[in-house]
């Protein structure tokens, strides 16, 4: 595997569910971002670890909760989700998240649908 | 606040050139960034801006003012492979990037 990946691709959960998404980056890269990205909307960023240390939370509902078991890996785990929470939602790593330059690379996203 | 400003939809002819714009008012300014993303699609890299100026890969090219807040992503001899939306991205002065909406760009045969 190279690059970011995500699974699962495509989630159809229930309002009462609980379920995780999960990211993994193959780039040796410090720091690790959940987006959510809704249709014709800017993607809004969720979460950002640092070395597995969250470092920003930008007033995400406590029904969204992340994960950083080691700098390769991020989870976001999902309960009583409601349906305006679906959405693509994005993982993306780079390389540090000070740095001007680093640009980030994203994973291809969970599609997830509530019902 | 923060605005990053696009427009939603653009519609080109295969061959010509097309330039989206973009404007923006961010707290601070750390770099801007253009990214493209097919349907269904990871957004992927494009182009990065830190000084004023054009900056040219290929065949997109990327234009910064930071006076008048102002870049453009120009694209030429289009392709239908370029049909994608492209998002504009800003570094504010907490490194935290702030999107656009994104443009997406059609383009006809």
């Known amino acids: 595997e190279t690059g970011v990946t995500q699974t699962p691709r495509h989630l159809v959960m229930g309002m009462t569910n609980k379920k995780s998404l999960k990211c993994e980056q193959h780039?040796?890269?410090?720091?690790m971002y959940w987006y959510k990205q809704s249709a014709k909307k800017p993607l809004e960023l969720m979460f950002v670890?640092?070395?597995?240390?969250?470092?920003e939370n930008n007033s995400v509902p406590s029904r969204f909760s992340p994960e950083c078991p080691n700098s390769s890996h991020l989870f976001l785990h999902l309960h009583t989700l409601q349906p305006e929470d679906s959405a693509l939602y994005l993982c993306a790593s780079s390389q540090d998240i000070q740095g001007v330059t680093y640009e980030q690379y994203f994973g291809p996203g969970t599609r997830l649908t509530v019902t | 606040g923060q605005n990053i400003d696009q427009p939603t939809e653009m519609t080109a002819t295969e061959g010509a050139i097309v330039q989206i714009n973009c404007t923006y008012q961010t707290s601070g300014f750390n770099g801007l960034f253009w990214y493209q993303q097919h349907a269904g699609e990871a957004p992927t890299f494009l182009s990065y801006n830190v000084l004023d100026g054009l900056e040219e890969k290929g065949r997109f090219s990327s234009f910064l003012s930071r006076s008048k807040g102002y870049s453009y992503l120009l694209l030429k001899e289009l392709q239908m492979k370029d049909s994608a939306s492209y998002l504009c991205?800003?570094?504010?002065?907490?490194?935290?990037?702030?999107w656009g909406a994104g443009t997406k760009l059609i383009i006809k045969p």
């Open positions: 991205a800003v570094k504010d002065s907490n490194y935290q990037l702030i």
């Open positions: 670890y640092s070395l597995e240390e969250r470092v």
């Open positions: 780039l040796g890269h410090n720091a």
